[in-house]
C-alpha cells in the first residue's frame, strides 16, 4: 500500500492519524480504545525487514527502530507496532 493510499482512507476520520513515513508495507489499520484518539497499527516485524531491505544488518535494524521510530513518544496518537502471533510457533510450545 503506498501512503496515498494509506492517507486516502483516512480522509473519513476526524482525528488526525500520524503515520510512520517509509513503513507504508508494514501498515496494517487503525486502533481505537475508549477515551483514546484513533492510531496507526504497524508490523513490528515488517518495519524491521524494511530497514534491513534498505541496507541495515538484523542487529542494526533492531536497534535503529527500537530508539528513533519504537521510542519516539508524539503524543496520544503515536502509532502502536505489534508483533503478531505465530499461530504455529505458539501451538508448538503447548
Do not use: H
Not at 482512507?9 to 508494514?26: N, T
Not at 513490528?44 to 527502530?65: H, P, T, V
Amino acid at each position: 500500500m503506498t501512503k496515498d493510499q494509506i492517507e486516502s482512507s483516512l480522509e473519513d476520520i476526524e482525528d488526525e492519524i500520524m503515520l510512520a513515513d517509509g513503513f507504508e508495507d508494514a501498515y496494517l489499520g487503525i486502533g481505537r480504545q475508549f477515551t483514546r484518539v484513533p492510531f496507526a497499527i504497524y508490523d513490528r516485524n515488517k518495519c524491521i525487514e524494511i530497514l534491513m531491505k534498505d541496507g541495515m544488518s538484523d542487529e542494526e535494524a533492531e536497534e535503529y527502530f527500537q530508539y528513533n521510530v519504537e521510542g519516539a513518544w508524539v503524543g496520544d496518537n503515536t502509532p502502536v507496532f505489534i508483533e503478531p502471533l505465530k499461530l504455529n510457533d505458539e501451538l508448538e510450545k503447548i
